[in-house]
């Protein structure tokens, strides 16, 4: 047997004193902490290196894969999941066409969305089934209501065809505390949906495999929270049907095992990564107090699904990445199953294109990538077990938090959850704002001619919902980060009249040229018509081009030195027929404006903000 060499054996080992040290030395006398350390949305600091010495102590780290506290997953050898694809149910028999193709097709995991409950009958379900093994492939219904009635219906075509119902795999995806925190309503009060899941428990005994709650803590990633508000709330949710089904006699290894979890996915890779190993170490410990009867009661069954409030309608090809980024930290997380949605659900219905590159994105995964045969790759990482360490300890404070204040529902009803959502979620939105956080084609470098897809939905992509009467709680505010640029930007494309914006670069070529790319950009982001202008020699060069342009806008692109006589000498010379803008903060930028120019743009303008106000300039909105 060959004998393995230790590498770098013949350096000499680094404290992380020593580190610190060469750090410091080459900050030269910068703050360590400002401009190193990451202070995450989360709430938490984050280091920009660990040592083996960071992760001693944490108590996670003793157990290995398929052992409690489940953090490194139940596989132990190779990280199975299986690849999701939803359908929607208009027409029974259509569905089930489509159903088999995506089986021929690399999907292991069917998601029945029922539009119509009362279309749930034994024949529809039959047709719906057809040629379909459960032994082979998971079957999830989403349906609102007729939980019992598929049950009994599924678990009939089971005794026809002869096959055990254990081996049935899938789940009914209920989830009234989901609903009512989405909808602000049920159809019925909790009390009775917390009844009827009982009774869909006793129903589906023999169902052992098969889940009949999903919590959908995916709504709370959708809504824009952190990976740490989105853990806690989903576990709270799941301690509330825990509690209700104990309390209605259900015992609680047959109610751990039948719920399941739906975590959404967002950009932060790491994070995402840690998230699933954190939840699965909380959630055993929130089963394992109830007793339950056998220790692997108290694993997670985790379903992923790709998130929405990440995702734009301008460059939407770049969805396909942030979607791969996300589904590569599901699977590297431990997801048992995983759907990534087609880059195009967000503004219409997805075509045949856009779902057969969703489906390959996992294929290509799993079967090119190789993400199948590692299990839990990430252990052992010291960045990685931090992060698993600090999102579980802060979940787990937020978590107890809940429960300290009578559990979910009861601070839904109060409005704390929503009001923490909001919290969280208004820092993200004023990052975006701000262009402080990063979307690619939306609010930093967008394509310049790009428009609008012509078969925008406008229902699907603006679809808040507000309190009104009827509402027994405050609808969840759930929406996208980009949603309030993109609205600038679809209402200059669609006016009768799309501003112009000419840039003018003038002098110092370096300055010049970068303060009009920076304006070319940050103006395209709200859909004004740019015209990119080479160098020009002097301001009457200048003026004369942008005359031809046909500018509503006129940028001043050039160094701070150079501002103070070039823009008073452009102000002269174009008047008050232009808006005239300067591209950074120059030091004269007082004197600028005794002079007659008003308006400057940089890094540090508000993207929405500006452009908003800019809109108003032009007549494109009307306050």
């Not at 052992?67 to 999701?84: A, D, I, K, Q």
Request: hydrophobic share 40%.
């Amino acid at each position: 047997m060959p004998v393995r060499e230790k590498l770098f054996e013949e350096f000499p080992p680094v404290t992380s004193e020593e580190w610190m040290e060469k750090i410091v030395a080459d900050l030269k006398g910068a703050d360590f902490h400002r401009k190193l350390v990451w202070k995450t949305i989360e709430g938490f600091e984050v280091m920009p290196f660990y040592r083996r010495e960071d992760i001693q102590g944490y108590p996670h780290l003793a157990a290995g894969p398929d052992e409690f506290p489940w953090v490194r997953g139940s596989n132990t050898e190779g990280n199975g999941w299986l690849v999701r694809q939803d359908i929607e149910v208009d027409n029974f028999k259509e569905a089930n066409r489509k159903a088999l193709l995506l089986l021929d097709k690399g999907v292991e995991s069917l998601g029945f969305r029922l539009k119509d409950p009362e279309a749930v009958t034994p024949e529809n379900v039959r047709l719906l089934l057809e040629g379909i093994s459960p032994e082979k492939a998971e079957v999830n219904f989403i349906c609102e209501g007729r939980a019992k009635e598929i049950v009994e219906i599924v678990s009939g075509l089971l005794r026809e065809r002869n096959i055990p119902a254990e081996n049935l795999r899938g789940a009914f995806e209920a989830d009234p505390v989901g609903r009512l925190m989405v909808n602000g309503k049920l159809c019925t009060s909790v009390k009775e949906s917390f009844d009827y899941l009982s009774e869909l428990f006793r129903l589906a005994t023999n169902l052992k495999a098969f889940r009949l709650i999903q919590v959908h803590a995916s709504h709370f990633a959708n809504a824009g929270v952190d990976t740490v508000t989105e853990l806690a709330y989903g576990l709270a949710i799941g301690n509330e049907y825990m509690a209700a089904l104990t309390e209605r006699g259900i015992s609680p290894a047959r109610a751990a095992s039948g719920i399941r979890f739906c975590f959404g996915l967002g950009s932060n890779y790491f994070f995402e990564i840690a998230k699933l190993r954190a939840a699965r170490m909380l959630w055993a410990a929130v089963v394992r107090a109830y007793v339950p009867e056998n220790e692997d009661a108290t694993k997670m069954r985790i379903h992923c699904v790709t998130g929405r409030w990440n995702k734009t309608i301008y460059d939407p090809y770049v969805n396909m990445l942030r979607t791969q980024t996300e589904a590569m930290a599901a699977v590297l997380g431990g997801t048992d199953s995983l759907t990534v949605e087609p880059f195009d659900i967000i503004f219409r219905k997805p075509d045949e294109f856009s779902e057969r590159i969703a489906r390959n994105q996992q294929l290509l995964l799993k079967e090119e990538a190789y993400f199948s045969k590692v299990s839990d790759p990430a252990g052992g990482a010291y960045y990685i077990e931090t992060l698993t360490h600090l999102i579980a300890e802060n979940a787990w404070k937020l978590f107890v938090d809940t429960e300290r204040n009578g559990g979910f529902l009861k601070s839904l009803r109060e409005g704390i959850i929503q009001k923490r959502v909001r919290e969280v979620a208004g820092r993200r939105l004023k990052d975006v704002a701000a262009g402080k956080e990063v979307f690619i084609g939306t609010t930093h470098y967008p394509a310049f001619d790009e428009k609008a897809p012509d078969d925008l939905d406008i229902g699907k992509i603006y679809s808040r919902k507000s309190v009104g009467e009827g509402f027994e709680v405050e609808p969840l505010p759930t929406g996208r980060g980009t949603e309030e640029i993109e609205k600038l930007r679809l209402i200059a494309e669609r006016a009768s009249h799309r501003p112009v914006v000419a840039l003018l670069p003038i002098g110092n070529l370096a300055m010049a040229m970068a303060r009009s790319q920076f304006s070319g950009n940050f103006f395209a982001c709200g859909g004004y018509r740019v015209i990119d202008n080479p160098l020009f020699r002097n301001i009457d060069e200048g003026v004369k081009a942008v005359m031809k342009d046909g500018a509503d806008i006129i940028v001043l692109c050039s160094s701070d030195e150079e501002y103070a006589e070039l823009a008073p000498e452009l102000k002269e010379k174009t008047g008050d027929r232009f808006i005239l803008v300067v591209a950074g903060n120059p030091p004269c930028m007082e004197e600028l404006k005794q002079k007659g120019i008003k308006y400057f743009i940089s890094i540090r303008s508000g993207l929405v903000e500006t452009l908003s106000m800019f809109h108003r300039i032009t007549g494109l909105i009307n306050d």
